[in-house]
């Protein structure tokens, strides 16, 4: 089989000042005709920066200073400018991690397309748009007439990474680079995307370079892996040998930081609710005008469930389910339409704009992004402690207490006294969880608040809640598309569609004998084969 990418000692160093002197250090592989590489591991391994130094887009400061890339018989990472932008789209192309960003939000999806003919200078308008046409079809996207016509905001996660999928494809690439194409999609979209990447690669004998750090990813579709650590390879292998006899301490460490196949044992939880969501309903109404239908989307329809106190309910449910809209109602971040939300026999729902603050410290929420959540030109101790001085508590209780959360989330009193940008991702997830607990809230709402994490700092995290569960007796809706982790760490899980509840459970009833279809497939949907395989041997002996 012929080589479509080797990489022959890479390095590439990072500005002076950097944790570390090098993004990536003495870096090789190989990619051949018509396989998918997966290059795994955690934030600030080197992976991306590896993909990015082969399209000529690393970021200032961040250089190549030895090494080869050799594609098609020539180095890229020494071409002259010109040529690199020749080959990117039309040799080497690359799928990004978040769609939403990489697409122009003033421009059709068509036209997007049809930019990347004429930046090569491709076809006339009208093969163009022929051309774009076929490529959303053979992407998957529904009713491509529409799609053509369609801005970035239109279109679901799913939807605009298949469009960013066929952007790439546009001019039929040797070697596809994906950077983490599917971490932020629900499961049955995540499996869509995989079956795409798969059927595109057999269909056009493409090299793929897939950038992941989830080995059930890696389980589904990789044919060789390699495994990189702080800009080095530590492992590399087959699939197979590597999911299964992993040899580094490090690659062993990632593969057990997973959340196991293994059920928990059932807990027993008192019935007092801490929550209370009764009848609640949320419709979106956009459009409308002259000649123009209003459009109508219930984003919560006619919901009602409880959290008991010390309870975790999981809530699961692809894009656009409306999980994050029932959880941003209950904390009155979005008011909704009817219904009620009752938190100490208080309904929220009802409450005026003045008598909402004064009971706006009962359920408290802890936000997906960790980077975007914290102002970073606050100190810790300013964000753990702004919310109990508005609520009157006083400066010094305020700050003691925020001390002690910063040692119960494990970073430690000294803390409160450094900015957001001086931690990790992780530790970023850790200061969320005590800013929400300084409100001694009767609930907190966790929106994603693992997604965006390596598996290792996730399992750091959901031990956390683990623990302020078991030593605080703490209730928290935990809203998640990855119901791996929702089995791990949830009593309950609530799965929602298109804006109703379908079904309701134990952890084990939802996983071992689903009563909806809807949840069947999610359960399918789930990467990595182990995992069907566990449930249904313990269903088997349930």
Not at 212 to 218: R, Y
Not at 310 to 332: C, D, I, N, P, Q
Not at 444 to 451: G, K, L, N, Y
Not at 456 to 481: G, K, N, P, Y
Request: proline share 5%.
């Amino acid at each position: 089989m012929s080589t479509t990418l080797s990489i022959e000692h890479l390095t590439i160093d990072l500005p002076p000042g950097a944790d570390r002197p090098h993004a990536v250090d003495d870096v090789s592989f190989a990619i051949d005709k018509g396989e998918i590489l997966c290059v795994v591991g955690e934030s600030g391994s080197g992976k991306s920066m590896t993909a990015n130094a082969l399209m000529g887009l690393l970021p200032p400061g961040v250089k190549v200073r030895a090494g080869r890339a050799l594609f098609e018989s020539r180095d890229i990472l020494k071409l002259p400018e010109a040529e690199k932008q020749a080959l990117r789209g039309a040799r080497i192309a690359m799928i990004f991690q978040e769609p939403m960003t990489a697409l122009n939000p003033l421009m059709r999806i068509g036209d997007q397309i049809a930019e990347v003919f004429a930046a090569h200078d491709r076809f006339t308008t009208a093969e163009r748009r022929k051309k774009a046409l076929a490529l959303i079809t053979e992407v998957g996207l529904p009713d491509p007439e529409k799609i053509i016509r369609a801005y970035p905001f239109q279109l679901s996660g799913g939807q605009r990474q298949r469009a960013m999928i066929a952007m790439a494809l546009a001019l039929e690439p040797k070697l596809l680079i994906a950077d983490e194409p599917t971490t932020a999609l629900d499961v049955t979209t995540q499996a869509q995307i995989l079956k795409l990447i798969l059927d595109l690669r057999d269909r056009r004998g493409m090299a793929v370079m897939f950038i992941t750090h989830d080995f059930g990813v890696v389980a589904e579709i990789a044919d060789q892996v390699i495994v990189m650590r702080e800009g080095r390879v530590v492992e590399r292998g087959t699939a197979a040998r590597v999911l299964e006899q992993p040899e580094h301490p490090y690659t062993q460490r990632l593969l057990e930081a997973i959340p196991t196949g293994k059920l928990p044992q059932a807990r027993a939880v008192p019935q007092e609710p801490a929550l209370e969501i009764k009848a609640l309903r949320k419709t979106y109404r956009t459009g409308g005008g002259l000649f123009k239908p209003v459009r109508e989307v219930r984003a919560v329809d006619d919901v009602s469930l409880t959290v008991a106190r010390g309870e975790v309910l999981g809530l699961v449910g692809e894009s656009g389910s409306g999980k994050s809209t029932l959880g941003r109602t209950a904390v009155r971040l979005v008011d909704p339409d009817g219904g009620q939300v009752l938190v100490g026999g208080t309904d929220l729902a009802a409450l005026s704009e003045q008598d909402l603050r004064a009971q706006r410290h009962k359920v408290q929420m802890v936000f997906q992004d960790p980077y975007a959540s914290l102002n970073p030109r606050q100190k810790i101790m300013g964000a753990l402690t702004d919310g109990p001085i508005a609520k009157g508590v006083p400066r010094a209780q305020a700050q003691s207490r925020a001390r002690e959360l910063l040692e119960i989330v494990g970073l430690g009193a000294d803390a409160a006294e450094r900015y957001p940008h001086e931690f990790s991702g992780g530790q970023r997830q850790r200061i969320g969880i005590a800013r929400a607990l300084a409100m001694d809230p009767e609930l907190i709402i966790a929106d994603e608040a693992v997604s965006a994490l390596d598996v290792s700092i996730q399992a750091q995290v959901l031990d956390l809640l683990r623990d302020l569960r078991e030593r605080l007796s703490l209730s928290i809706l935990f809203i998640t598309h990855d119901l791996r982790v929702a089995a791990q760490l949830c009593d309950r899980i609530a799965v929602m569609q298109k804006g109703r509840l379908v079904e309701i459970g134990t952890v084990h009833q939802i996983f071992l004998t689903p009563q909806q279809d809807y949840t069947r497939q999610l359960l399918a949907a789930v990467p990595g084969a182990d995992w069907a395989d566990s449930w249904q041997q313990q269903a088997a002996g349930a």
